[in-house]
């Protein structure tokens, strides 16, 4: 039944955020043929600012997951909605104190990043303070295995982006208004899930949350995730600062395809975490959910993987154009990298949904070496895709032991 339940779960989120995912890389297509690499790099930094800057959101998004999950498994929907409701009275106000640090840290972001308005950095600040409320609507849908709405918020947040995003770039606003077209996508995504997930849901009563049991869930939840999103994005922050804006912004445009792999495994990530974490509290082996969930991530993947690796020129040439064929050499390593950084993602995300944890010690020493090898040891675009393979790489194969193995041990 737990197969069935993820293959279910997955086939709806693989249409819904698939097709969010393809507006996305829509928008980045067409700003980048808008912008040109020096404009479209400056997007690209900023879009990797969010993602690293989201790692805590992350964590919480996997945390309201797995405790709203326990609760749907015993049919306590209440208990779901003050949990809910713990959340929101403690986030949103983070959430405006996090906006006004970026908004004063905007001039020091503006020049590490070698970007040229301070408004292109200010521009994100709306996303920064969406992202504070998206960890409880979207880890809610999840947690309820509301797979319909919570692909609904998704898509919400592309049509955002599309509309608003390349409407600005339009209006002669730049990058500054594709940045804006972000923070639009992600405050119109948090409207939408809140309204799907609070429809369905009663009065909270009154919960007992151990803020202990949060804190012991969250740190290595928070290490694990942080670890594994630095193997996969902070590359793009640091050519973005050693390399030249026009070759960023190249590197930029074979970041946001390599990624693809990626972004399109999310959907089944997504379905795998409720349905582990349901599956561990019933006591079930876990091992088939796990092997289930990596077979079914590594041939959406791996097609696409390969594709890359054998039409690069093809593939750079259709979606961003002349500009940016010199990227194109590369995209097959790149790819092959991020075919790693997902197996590693979907890895982490099953450890985590089961409260397997010490696999984050070795992989934080993986994120952390290759940190310090990007700025000692890269200087060009073969350096940065020699470090990033060899050590997402690594990543994976240190974790594998842990879910092959570790599932039915004790914590």
Known sequence: MALKALFRGSTVLLVGMNVANFGSYLFNVLAARMLGPVGYGEVVAMITVLTLLNVPINVLTTVVTRFVAADAAHTDKGKISALLHWFEKRLYPLAALVSVVFVLSAFVIADFLNIR?????????????????????RGGLQGVQRFFALSGSFLADTLGRLGAG????????????GVLGLSIGA??????????????????????????????????????????????????????????????????????IGHIPLYLSMPIMGALQPIAATAEREGKNLLPIFLGGFGMTLAASGIIVLGFSLWPSLVIQFLYGEPFRAAAPYLGQYSLAMLFVTLSTMTTMYLLAINRTRFVWPLLVIALAQIILYTTSAQGFAQFLTILTYSS?????????FALWGTRSPR
């Open 393 to 401: 790489a690594a990543a994976l194969a240190v974790q594998l032991p």
């Open 117 to 137: 308005s301070v408004w292109t950095v200010i521009g994100i600040v709306g996303a920064v303070c969406a992202a504070f409320g998206l960890p409880v609507v």
């Open 187 to 256: 405050v119109f995504s948090f409207i939408v899930g809140r309204f799907y997930l609070m429809r369905g849901l009663p009065a909270p009563t009154k919960k007992s949350f151990s803020g202990q049991e949060l804190f012991r869930f969250g740190v290595p939840t928070l290490i694990g995730l942080g670890a594994v999103t630095a193997l996969g994005f902070t590359d793009v922050i640091f050519v973005k600062h050693a390399l030249a804006p026009e070759a960023a912004g190249m590197y930029g445009a074979l970041a946001t």
């Open 166 to 177: 390349l409407g600005l770039i339009a209006a002669g606003l730049g990058a500054t208004g």
